[in-house]
């Protein structure tokens, strides 16, 4: 009894090995900290990641983002977000509540765009898989450099998109403080 259980967990547990992870680094690298998910997904972009793992610079993008997302199963946006959180903490996040509240000041109209992005992909019938791994700005001043607790942040959010890629059902235990 116990091996068609551990077979039934098996079969029903998605196979990270197939189809296609895409991580989305947002922002604009012009304004400080706003740039941040971009920072990330240069790093990344140097990093040994599994083959069915494609990291892209979404910039500030919104809906021309649409088209980068065909033939992705997961997808994972690493962008700043305004949350009670110190600068350069991170946070793993799941669609819902939390990150499409309600009357929610948002930093730009990016993160809006990503939202809808999201939920038109829902509507044509796509159901990925989706992650954020987001921070609080520090500094939105015009300029490239990234604040000291962001620039910090940078590898940490390298190292838990990492982990995220290698498996994908990794929830925020241990990966993000809270």
């Known amino acids: ?21 895409l991580v989305m680094g947002l922002g604009n690298i012009l304004l400080g900290d706003e740039g941040f998910g971009v ?15 494609r990291v892209e610079e979404g910039g500030v993008g ?12 997961r997808l994972i946006v690493v962008d700043v977000m305004i949350l009670p959180l110190p600068p350069g903490e991170l946070k793993l996040l799941e669609p819902g509540p939390e990150v499409s509240e309600p ?3 948002m930093l730009s109209f990016h993160q809006v765009g990503v939202l809808d992005l999201i939920q038109m992909w829902g509507l ?5 898989e989706i992650k954020f791994v987001v921070t609080r700005p520090q500094s939105m001043d015009w300029g490239t450099q990234l604040s000291p607790p962001l620039e910090q942040a940078v590898d940490k959010a390298v190292t838990i998109v990492t982990e995220l890629c290698t498996n994908f059902n990794v929830r925020s235990q241990g990966l993000c403080t809270h």
């Open 1 to 21: 009894m116990k091996t068609n259980q551990m077979q039934a967990e098996t079969a029903m547990a998605p196979d990270i090995t197939s189809g296609t992870t």
């Open 39 to 53: 920072h990330v997904a240069r790093r990344l972009q140097q990093t040994r990641l599994p083959d069915n793992v």
């Open 62 to 73: 919104g809906f021309e983002l649409l088209g980068h997302l065909e033939g992705v199963t």
């Open 103 to 105: 009357g929610k000041v």
């Open 124 to 128: 044509i019938g796509q159901e990925p």
